[in-house]
């Protein structure tokens, strides 16, 4: 059993340390659309507890998507519904949309505190090699962002 285990390890250890950074489509040649990972974090306090900020991270592979658009805003509950209480668009291009394997950009959208239930809400396209991909995104509830934790 030890014989074969060593083996094993060295063969996982060399495909993981090996730089397995995707190359996406650099080929000019290539019709298969550039493809882009977009996630939305909730409201979160900055460290002085002034503002709270809705956070969306992006990354595209290589070369970047020709258009990518985020319209990132920040919903309050408003009895059974959500009302929009800020917004933003953000269109991007070509390198713009790149982040590194395992690596994401990000764009950010900040309110001075108050209380409430808030989310972050993003509705985001992407447009490569003449298809267009795109989503609705909604990160989870939180109530009153800026309230100092109970415990820390």
């Not at 408003?78 to 949309?97: E, P």
Request: hydrophobic content about 30%; aromatic content about 6%.
């Amino acid at each position: 059993m030890r014989k074969l285990t060593i083996p094993v390890v060295f063969v996982l250890l060399t495909a993981l340390s090996s730089g397995c950074e995707p190359r996406g489509n650099d080929d000019t040649e290539s019709t298969k659309p550039v493809h882009c990972t977009v996630i939305v974090d909730g409201p979160k306090a900055d460290e002085a507890r002034d503002n709270f900020a809705g956070r969306v991270r992006y990354r595209c592979a290589t070369p970047g998507a020709e258009k990518l658009t985020l319209k990132i805003k920040i919903e309050r509950r408003d009895g059974d519904a959500w009302r929009s209480v800020a917004s933003r668009t953000h269109t991007l291009k070509g390198k713009q949309t790149y982040a590194a394997e395992l690596k994401y950009q990000s764009k950010d959208l900040s309110l001075s505190c108050r209380t409430g239930t808030f989310r972050t809400v993003v509705d985001w396209s992407r447009t490569s090699r003449k298809d267009t991909e795109g989503d609705n995104l909604i990160s989870g509830a939180v109530k009153d962002p800026c309230r100092p934790p109970i415990f820390g």
